[in-house]
């Protein structure tokens, strides 16, 4: 592992450092305008030092700078070749939404979580430390992929008490949670860890057979199509996952695989063709879904709720549609932000009739309300920061399972931000995938984080790499 020289710092990640200074400062920016905000009933006693936040309020601000700050000085003593930009930016959001649980946990309707900012910071230094341990432990990649039937049997195995409940209650034709409670500390999502053993399957699957799929020996009418031999195990998978999440009910996730297996195929294949007779497939289990489900059929109706043209038809589905009224509040509370919002702590996205689930489902809406469209543009902004740099990573990895499994870590972030974002404007029905870094949820944060230290890991292991060779 590469260390500092011994002659001084000149091998610091100070880049990285530089860039971490703009979390520090949004918040510590945040938190005093969290605490002018709390006390702007009576401005003398916010002017006066002895009504300045006690420590705890402190506490989510002065914790993740000194994770944060940790985190960069154990990069610059072992993996000082690693990407520069990728915590700085993960940092940021993660900055952001400790700051958005600290300032909505108070205001929960109907039951308030004054700790919520303390409990993010929580679960963001655990990602921390999962992001750093996959660093020194994932010291091969390539070990991944040899692997590949393990990790997905072991992430089916985890997911069996779900899969159990899922069959017990298929009857009810409810949506399930996906969660494993131990003893009400950890409330896990074993579903979570498939984002990262299916892109592990898939590329290490790919890059074993990229010539023969690429080719496409089995001629279907005008397609050329791979052998089954080959193609069997990848549609095994996907139907084994999708079958999982139809009876565990997490359409949000399926939904996330079956656009994963596209991105893979064309990343492994590079042929067009295959993804064009893969959404034709989608689109027929999708008909399938919205038959058998009535609760699909009804995030369908919410869809085509007209809020600006309002009618007797809306204010029936907004009535009597389970998560009608999530979806029309959180439209006004991201019309109510205006251009440049309502300023942090000043919105009403989270008090009494406002919108509901707006700690994890509605982040957005939160944060369009607060911060505004410019600041919801300098947050995607950030999301397609983390695209880019993921996709360097990849393209300049130097094998092709590498290449697979970057590009692939890096499509999870792309197409979670991409549908949580949609179902939030009613571009599509919302589902309960998360906003990386940003919603509230212990699972996602650490398996984000644990995703973040696969990529960092590759860009070392192909810089280390590339000096070797020079």
């Known amino acids: 592992m590469a260390s500092l020289s011994p002659g001084g710092f000149r091998g610091y990640r100070w880049k990285e450092l530089?860039?971490?200074?703009?979390?520090?400062?949004?918040?510590?920016?945040?938190?005093?305008?969290?605490?002018?905000?709390?006390?702007?009933?009576?401005?003398?006693?916010?002017?006066?030092?002895?009504?300045?936040p006690p420590l705890e309020g402190l506490t989510p601000a002065i914790g993740l700078i000194a994770a944060l700050v940790v985190a960069n000085v154990v990069m610059s003593f072992f993996f000082r070749k690693a990407d520069q930009v990728l915590l700085p930016v993960v940092g940021l959001l993660s900055g952001i939404g400790v700051m958005m649980a600290t300032r909505l946990g108070p205001n929960l309707n109907p039951a308030p979580i004054p700790g919520l900012g303390g409990f993010q910071l929580r679960w963001v230094i655990i990602g921390l430390v999962a992001c750093i341990g996959t660093l020194f432990i994932l010291r091969n990649v390539n070990w991944l992929g040899r692997y590949k039937y393990t990790w997905i049997a072991a992430t089916f195995l985890f997911l069996l008490p779900n899969l159990i409940k899922g069959v017990l209650t298929f009857r009810s034709n409810d949506p399930t949670r996906d969660s494993?409670?131990?003893?009400?500390?950890?409330?896990?999502?074993?579903?979570?860890?498939?984002?990262?053993?299916?892109?592990?399957?898939?590329?290490?699957?790919?890059?074993?057979?990229?010539?023969?799929?690429?080719?496409?020996?089995?001629?279907?009418?005008?397609?050329?199509?791979?052998?089954?031999?080959?193609?069997?195990?990848l549609l095994m998978m996907l139907g084994i996952s999708l079958l999982l999440f139809l009876i565990v009910r997490d359409l949000g996730l399926a939904l996330m695989i079956y656009c994963l297996f596209l991105c893979m195929m064309y990343l492994g294949s590079g042929k067009l063709s295959y993804v064009l007779v893969s959404l034709g497939l989608f689109i027929f289990l999708a008909l399938i879904g919205?038959?058998?489900?009535?609760?699909?059929?009804?995030?369908?109706?919410?869809v085509q709720i007209d809020v600006v043209n309002w009618t007797q038809a809306s204010d029936d589905a907004y009535q009597n549609i389970i998560g009608a009224g999530?979806?029309?509040?959180?439209?006004?509370?991201?019309?109510?932000?205006?251009?440049?919002?309502?300023?942090?702590?000043?919105?009403?996205?989270?008090?009494?009739?406002f919108v509901p689930v707006v700690e994890s489902d509605m982040v957005l809406t939160a944060l369009g309300e607060e911060l505004g469209l410019s600041g919801l543009f300098a947050i995607i902004g950030l999301y397609l920061l983390i695209v880019y740099r993921g996709y360097r990573i990849a393209i300049e990895a130097s094998d092709a399972f590498q290449q697979l499994l970057a590009a692939g870590l890096t499509s999870v972030f792309a197409i979670q931000t991409l549908v949580i974002s949609a179902g939030n404007l009613k571009f599509m029905p919302l589902t309960g995938v998360t906003l990386?870094?940003?919603?509230?949820?212990g699972s996602s944060i650490v398996v984000n984080y644990?995703?973040?230290?696969?990529?960092?890991?590759?860009?070392?292991?192909?810089?280390?790499?590339r000096d070797g060779l020079a």
Do not use: M, W
């Open 180 to 233: 494993l409670g131990i003893q009400g500390f950890l409330n896990l999502q074993p579903s979570e860890l498939l984002k990262i053993t299916i892109v592990i399957f898939f590329a290490g699957y790919l890059s074993e057979n990229r010539d023969i799929l690429a080719q496409g020996y089995l001629r279907l009418g005008g397609l050329r199509l791979p052998p089954l031999r080959q193609l069997g195990p």
């Open 436 to 441: 990386p870094f940003l919603s509230y949820g």
């Open 18 to 52: 530089g860039l971490l200074v703009i979390p520090f400062l949004l918040l510590v920016l945040a938190t005093t305008q969290l605490f002018l905000v709390a006390n702007a009933t009576d401005q003398r006693a916010s002017l006066n030092p002895k009504n300045f």
């Open 290 to 302: 919205y038959s058998l489900l009535s609760y699909v059929r009804a995030r369908f109706a919410i």
């Open 326 to 353: 999530q979806i029309v509040q959180g439209l006004i509370a991201l019309c109510s932000g205006g251009i440049l919002g309502a300023g942090l702590g000043l919105g009403h996205p989270a008090g009494a009739g």
């Open 450 to 465: 644990i995703i973040i230290g696969i990529l960092l890991r590759i860009s070392y292991n192909t810089a280390v790499e």
